[in-house]
């Protein structure tokens, strides 16, 4: 997910999908240890993602 279209979600729909992103990574990293997944730079990806919502979180906390 791009910053671009993170910036165009609405407060209410960045928070949920921050939820069920960070339920996804954690559910991804729990996979991964049992069985390795295909494609591990996906965990680092998601990772990212989150820390981009996080941050447009904060930004908007701040501009109020």
């Given at each position: 997910m791009k910053t671009s279209e993170i910036k165009e979600l609405s407060q209410q729909?960045?928070?949920e999908r921050l939820e069920n992103e960070?339920?996804?990574l954690q559910h991804m990293k729990i996979n991964h240890s049992v069985t390795p997944l295909e494609n591990p730079s996906q965990i680092k990806a998601m990772r990212r993602n989150?820390?981009?919502m996080k941050t447009e979180l904060r930004q908007r906390e701040i501009n109020k």
């Amino acid at each position: 997910m791009k910053t671009s279209e993170i910036k165009e979600l609405s407060q209410q729909d960045l928070v949920e999908r921050l939820e069920n992103e960070t339920q996804r990574l954690q559910h991804m990293k729990i996979n991964h240890s049992v069985t390795p997944l295909e494609n591990p730079s996906q965990i680092k990806a998601m990772r990212r993602n989150i820390a981009r919502m996080k941050t447009e979180l904060r930004q908007r906390e701040i501009n109020k």
